[in-house]
């Protein structure tokens, strides 16, 4: 019966591997050789083609040696200019069978440093409107706080999100809509998916805070949003506000109307 089993197993193996197009996974001897720079960067450039990455290889080390080997890649993106680490591994088999299973964590890593990257842009897009937008740093030092909030009937931190944006009484919903809607647009360019795969959705918390005011923990949770890869504009407001809008643009109105309304309750 195991051998019935080990053997179903290796073709199922066979069938994903060389049939499932964008399979995850390749078979290989746990002497085999991990995923090369070579081929990390054609795979990428794929995946994230609609932000036209053109990646560099700075540095490949051998972090372990065979069996299991496993390499670290650093890679620069010449279009979008940041740089990011790479995990390229031969691991044992998820199934159970013999050999060994390549893996690389390149694409959860370049959509994260990506979205990262992504927020100075957002910093300073973020001011004409009003709103004052976290860069990165402070975002993972206001993570560290002390400070909470009130979730039902529970205390959670105050700050968790993967973006924050501060808003004071001078601050409309229209502001908010149009900023949040080009957020959109910039994690889903053409409404491609591909940055946002399930890992590497992304959290927008926005907090009332007046306008001058420098002890952050006086923020006052407003609100959140989740940009997720399957979910269109008008299912990304509705990760946040309760409409029951049958269209985007009521969807849009309700947006509005909820934010004015959260904001003139916080002054």
Known sequence: MKQLIRYISLVVVCICTFLLSGCSFVWTTEN???ATPEDIKASVEKEFSVVHPRL???SAVVEKEKPFQRNVYVFYDESNGFSFTINSVVHRPTLPVPGGERDTNANFVYSEEYLIHLNGKLVEEAKPYGLRMAPYEEVLELSKLSATRV?????????RSNEII???KSVKGEDILTFMKSIYSEYKPQDNPALLHPRAERHIGIYYLPNGEADKTKAEYLIGFRYMARNDWKETMLTGIGSTGKDTFAVERDFVK???HMIRQSI
């Open 32 to 34: 085999g050789d991990p």
């Open 56 to 58: 560099v290889l700075q």
């Open 151 to 159: 979730a039902g009937t529970n205390k959670i931190p105050l700050f």
């Open 166 to 168: 501060f808003v004071d």
């Open 258 to 260: 909820i934010l004015d």
